[in-house]
C-alpha cells in the first residue's frame, strides 16, 4: 500500500482508527473492555511488548511498521477465528470505508440480506394482526401414518428494531416422552398477499435445519383473526432427511400464556395414538381437521369419510361435482374460510374439550422449565 505523501504520523493514525475499530465491533468477543489497558491484555504471548502495543492503539506508534508486527497486531482476531483471512497491512487503509471494506472479505459471513418491499409500513402493520402465540397442527415428519401428529407452539412479535421475528418449536423424536422441545428462530416476512416465515434450529451442529411456513395474508376477513391455514417445510430430522411439506393449521390461544418457556414445553408433542386432533377438537369435528391437514392433492383416492370432504363445502353440505386430480398440494382456503371459525367457536364453547389454545388449559404433562427468549405479545 503506497505511504508517499503520507504526513508526519498520518500512518501510525491509521493503524490507531483502524485498531480501534476492531476493537469497538470484535473486543468483546475476544474477552476485551473498553479502556487502553483492557486491550493490551489480549496479545499476551503475541510476541509484542506492552509498550510497543500501547503506542500503535493510541496512535503513537511507527509510521513505517514491519509487516510482521502489523500481523501480530490483528492475530487475537484470527486466532478467534472472527476475521480468519484478516492481514496485518489491512490496517494501513487511510479511511474506515476502505477498512470496512477489508473486513467485509476477511471475516466468516454468517448473514445474509434480502430487501423486502415496503418491509417497515407492512411488517407494522402486520404485526397488529398477527403477533401473538398460536398452536399449531400438521401431520409429523418423522411419522409413518396420520395416526403421528405433531403439536408444536408458533410465537410471533415484533423486536425493539421493528423487525418481525418469529420462534416455533418442535419435537426432535417420535412420541418419546422427556424431551426437550426444541425451536427453530426467524424472521416474518410480508410479500404480495403472502406471508413468509423463515427460520433456522442451530442449536446442535448434527441436527442443523431450515424451516418456512407460508400462510395467505388473510386481514379482509376479520372472522380469520384468530386461525389460518398453511405450508409448513422442512427436513426430516433422523433417516433420510429427506425435504418434507405437510399442510398446518394454526389457532390463537385465548389467553397469552404468562410464561412463554412452560407452555412451550407442555404443549409440544408428537402424539402416535391417532386420538390427539379428537381430545383437542371433539369427535365431531375431527373428520374436517383431519381433511384440512391431508397433504394428497385434491382428487387424489382417499378413504371415504375424507372423500366427501375432498369438494369446496362443508361437512354439512357437500359439492358432489367431480374434481380432477391436481398435480401439485394446494390447499383449500374456500373450505377452510367456510367452516373453520365456525369450528373454532364450537370448540370453545364446549367445555368438555380440554385443547392448550383455550384459556384455563391444563398440561396433563409435567413442565421442564426452559431458559426465557425474548418476546412479547397479546391477543388481540
Known amino acids: 500500500m503506497a505511504r508517499v505523501g503520507n504526513p508526519p504520523r498520518k500512518i501510525a493514525q491509521d493503524i490507531a482508527r483502524n485498531l480501534k475499530h476492531l476493537f469497538d465491533i470484535y473486543g468483546a468477543k475476544i474477552g476485551a473492555g473498553q479502556e ?39 492475530h487475537p482476531f484470527k486466532d478467534k477465528k472472527l476475521l480468519p483471512n484478516l492481514e496485518g497491512s ?11 471494506q477489508f473486513l467485509k472479505s476477511a471475516g466468516v459471513r454468517n448473514t445474509i440480506t434480502i430487501e423486502v418491499p415496503e418491509y417497515d409500513k407492512k411488517a407494522k402493520s402486520l404485526a397488529n394482526w398477527l403477533n401473538g402465540t398460536y398452536v399449531a ?26 423487525t418481525l421475528r418469529f420462534r416455533m418449536s418442535y419435537w426432535s423424536r417420535l412420541a418419546e416422552p422427556g424431551q426437550e422441545a426444541s425451536e427453530f428462530t426467524g424472521h416474518v416476512v410480508p410479500i404480495g398477499q403472502s406471508i413468509m416465515f423463515v427460520g433456522l434450529s442451530t442449536d446442535d451442529q448434527h441436527r442443523n435445519r431450515g424451516r418456512s411456513l407460508f400462510l395467505y395474508d ?3 376477513h376479520p372472522r380469520m383473526r384468530n386461525v389460518a391455514l398453511g405450508l409448513l417445510t422442512s427436513t426430516r ?3 433420510d432427511w429427506a425435504p418434507c411439506v405437510a399442510c398446518t393449521l394454526l389457532i390463537r390461544v385465548e389467553k397469552q400464556p404468562s410464561n ?44 371415504p369419510e375424507l372423500e366427501r370432504l375432498n369438494f369446496v363445502g362443508s361437512s354439512d353440505e357437500v359439492s358432489t361435482d367431480v374434481t380432477p386430480r391436481e398435480a401439485v398440494l394446494r390447499l383449500n382456503r374456500q373450505r377452510f374460510d367456510d367452516n373453520m371459525p365456525r369450528i373454532l367457536d364450537d370448540v370453545l364453547s364446549d367445555s368438555s374439550i380440554d385443547a392448550p389454545f383455550k384459556a384455563g ?11 426465557p427468549k425474548s418476546g412479547t405479545a397479546q391477543r388481540r
Do not use: C
Not at 510476541?47 to 497486531?73: C, D, M, V, Y
Not at 479511511?95 to 470496512?100: G, H, L, P, R, V
Not at 403439536?151 to 410471533?156: A, F, P, T
Open 36 to 74: 487502553t489497558r483492557d486491550r493490551i491484555a489480549p496479545y499476551r504471548n503475541v510476541g509484542l511488548g506492552r509498550t510497543t502495543i500501547r503506542a500503535f492503539l493510541e496512535g503513537k506508534g511507527s509510521n513505517h511498521p514491519q509487516s510482521s508486527t502489523l500481523n501480530l497486531l490483528v
Open 218 to 220: 388473510d386481514r379482509a
Open 137 to 162: 397442527y400438521r401431520y409429523a415428519f418423522e411419522g409413518t401414518d396420520d395416526r403421528d401428529v405433531t403439536r408444536e407452539v408458533l410465537h410471533i412479535w415484533m423486536d425493539k428494531e421493528s
Open 237 to 239: 430430522l433422523h433417516g
Open 260 to 303: 412463554i418457556a412452560d407452555f412451550v414445553q407442555a404443549v409440544t408433542l408428537i402424539d402416535d395414538t391417532g386420538t390427539l386432533i379428537e381430545r383437542d377438537f371433539g369427535a365431531r369435528h375431527k373428520t374436517f381437521i383431519r381433511a384440512i391437514l391431508d397433504n394428497r392433492p385434491r382428487g387424489s383416492v382417499k378413504e
Open 90 to 100: 489491512a490496517l494501513l487503509a487511510p479511511d474506515s470505508e476502505t477498512f470496512a
Open 361 to 371: 388449559w391444563k398440561s396433563p404433562k409435567p413442565v421442564t422449565s426452559m431458559a
